[in-house]
């Protein structure tokens, strides 16, 4: 997927969906154009209908989680047609059961996007089998590692220092002696992502 410059989504969307807007230097950046005046600084960003506003969270979550609309739209059909289920909780549980969103989770990489790449390169095993499906689904009792022969690579060299104050949610978990990250249970919403509107989402769908 194709994303563009991230800060200029990050600042449209009005909210930190990428890792790297999540930095001293974006803030910097926003008070920098803020304080440059023209119609431009002074005109922000206008409240919307209650339409836009489904709409800028269902983009809010599509970049975030790294994913094209015909795949987003899959997995909301997907959350819909589960027999019994809860549609909000079915979609945030696809998303965080993704293989890349898994990587970044366990924080063996800093960002989703760089997740992507590690798993499409190949860096990455499940269950012991190497696979290079970003979207692979993942589930409990899974075991995510890095292959061998990538440990030593550039995304990999600062692990055992990034793991030491890493918060990982608490249905995951890393073993970096056995280079080994394990799938506790299910995703719990509101324990990440808590600042996307996953009903909102939904009833975006509803309209389209």
Known sequence: MQIGPRYKICRRLGDRVFSKCQTTKFTVSGVEK?????????????????????????Q????AYGISERQFSNYVKKARAIK???PTLELFKQLEGRLDNIVFRL??????LSARQIVSHGHIMVNGRKTTIPSAVITR????????????????RNLAERQKDY????????DLDKNEGVIKGEAILGQTEATLNFSAILEYYSRV
């Open 167 to 174: 918060p990982a949610p608490e249905w995951v978990s890393y």
């Open 141 to 156: 009792g899974d075991i995510i590692s890095i292959r061998p022969g990538s440990r030593e690579i550039g995304p990999f």
């Open 107 to 112: 924080g063996l990489v800093s960002s989703r």
């Open 34 to 58: 803020k304080t440059k005046g023209g119609a431009n600084a002074k005109r922000g960003r206008r409240g919307g209908s209650e339409y836009g506003q489904q709409l800028l969270e269902k």
């Open 60 to 63: 809010k979550a599509r970049f």
């Open 84 to 86: 019994g289920g809860n």
